[in-house]
Nanobody, 118 residues
Framework: VQVVESGGGLVQPGGSLRLSCAAS????????MSWYRQAPGKERDLVAF????????NYADSVKGRFTISRDNAKNTAYLQMNSLKPEDTAVYYC????????????WGQGTQVTVSS
């Protein structure tokens, strides 16, 4: 089983980044996919999640209207499009897969750093 995030980096305030989460070794289309983030000294917080077929998504209030989560089940990949980035979006972003029927079955990626700074 592998969950691998990519796409992080340094961006100026107001800029955009697109994170990718490539999954392998499990039935991707049977899992809810989520993005979390953890800033230094803070807890890991849920940013957004998308249901297994991609029919529904939900966002933290702090990112609504700026971030968009999506998935491509044919490519076993989830995405997080981040626009209008703010310094407070700076964090390590983690991808999570959780089985829709057996939520105790869950996988995490290693995280990707996003830094928003001028």
């Amino acid at each position: 089983v592998q969950v691998v995030e990519s796409g992080g980096g340094l961006v100026q305030p107001g800029g955009s980044l697109r994170l990718s989460c490539a999954a392998s070794g499990f039935a991707f289309s049977s899992y809810t996919m989520s993005w979390y983030r953890q800033a230094p000294g803070k807890e890991r917080d849920l940013v957004a999640f998308i249901t297994s077929a991609g029919g529904s998504a939900n966002y933290a209030d702090s990112v609504k209207g700026r971030f968009t989560i999506s998935r491509d089940n044919a490519k076993n990949t989830a995405y997080l499009q981040m626009n209008s980035l703010k310094p407070e979006d700076t964090a390590v972003y983690y991808c999570n897969a959780k089985h829709t029927s057996m939520p105790v079955v869950t996988f995490w990626g290693q995280g990707t750093q996003v830094t928003v700074s001028s």
